[in-house]
């Protein structure tokens, strides 16, 4: 029997993300805290577990196994949306990492079809004939990402001759398998795609001949190269249904500037994404004797704030994203060893 679902919940979400109609909207809000506290302009520095996302080229630039997760608090509560990371170095400059991300959504009322009586012109002119507003049942949609990444971290001496000095460069390479999962109800529809990214960074201080410089660095990510599909199952139409995952490219460049004199650094990033349409993200954090972090971000009219505090080898995160909908929280806490 079909039925008839109230999915406002959902038609929300879509809403916010400027692109209902595909599948892939629920991974573009996108993992991690930090990253959100800076306006989610992460690309260029990508150096938590939440990498695996935004650059996973970054990863390579751990060099102690990382554990993370999240929870974060959607339009009032309606949505909720977690995340788990785990990244692991191993010899020869590499990294490895997964990550698990979920969106879900319960209590979606469902209306059943046999209750309706006449067309809707009919129902307009004769209101006892409407639908009552108590749910027939109830139901949940539940949205996962599973990334499984690799990343190599190589170093190079680029030889600048006339000027008399080498100029390093770190470079990353890396990518990720994933694997989507998206269940409404009793429908369920899975795909697979590949992400492709790399990053690099230099230092200002060799390039100018200026001690007190810090680095800059450059990122990239070509999210679900060629496009992804998922493909649903129908229970009800016994018939199979595409969606379509768009392909992304993420560009992002930052500057790390260490300020001695306090026991600071100093980092400003900026991010591009071109998706549905091309939107700058802005982000600052300011990082205080490896105790305490603050940040700052804007995208596409949305402000952004966030804190985090550390104590030996655990980080606790918040971040603070305004929505035209309705403001969303997110905490977190990673932990290194």
Not at 138 to 155: E, N, P, R
Request: a negative charge.
């Amino acid at each position: 029997m079909k039925k008839i679902t109230v999915l406002l919940i959902v038609l929300l979400l879509s809403v916010s993300l400027s692109a209902g109609r595909y599948a892939g909207d629920f991974m573009v809000i996108g993992s991690g805290v930090r990253s959100s506290g800076m306006g989610k302009a992460f690309t260029a520095i990508a150096n938590d577990g939440s990498a695996i996302y935004w650059n996973a080229s970054g990863i390579a630039q751990m060099r102690e196994t990382e554990i993370g997760i999240m929870r974060a608090f959607l339009y009032n509560s309606l949505a909720s949306y977690d995340n788990f990371s785990f990244c692991q170095p191993l010899p020869n400059d590499v990294t490895i990492g997964f990550n698990w991300t979920r969106l879900s959504i319960d209590d979606i009322p469902v209306f059943l079809e046999e209750h309706l009586v006449g067309n809707p012109s009919f129902r307009s002119a004769y209101h006892e004939y409407n639908l009552t507003g108590i749910p027939d049942d109830w139901m949940t949609s539940t949205d996962d990402l599973l990334q499984f990444a690799f990343a190599k971290h190589i170093h190079y001496d680029l030889n600048l001759g006339w000027l008399f000095f080498d100029l390093p460069f770190e470079l990353y390479f890396g990518g990720n398998i994933k694997y989507i999962k998206r269940k409404i109800d009793d429908s369920i529809g899975n795909g697979t795609g590949f992400d492709f990214s790399f990053l690099t960074r230099t230092s200002l201080a060799v390039l100018f001949e200026r001690d007190w410089l810090g680095d800059f660095s450059f990122g990239v990510n070509f999210q679900d190269i060629g496009g992804s599909n998922i493909t649903w199952d129908v229970v009800d139409d016994n018939s199979d249904h595409q969606d379509e995952v768009l392909m992304n490219s993420k560009l992002g460049m930052a500057v790390i500037q260490p300020l001695p004199f306090i026991n600071s650094t100093l980092t400003l990033s900026h991010d591009i994404d071109y998706i549905y349409s091309t939107v700058h993200h802005f982000g600052l954090e300011y990082e205080y004797r490896d105790l305490v972090e603050v940040r700052l971000g804007y995208y596409d009219t949305n402000f952004t704030t966030g804190l985090t505090i550390m104590y030996k080898d655990f980080a606790l995160d918040y971040a603070f994203l305004t929505n035209n909908l309705a403001s969303t929280n997110r905490v977190g806490l990673r932990v290194s060893f």
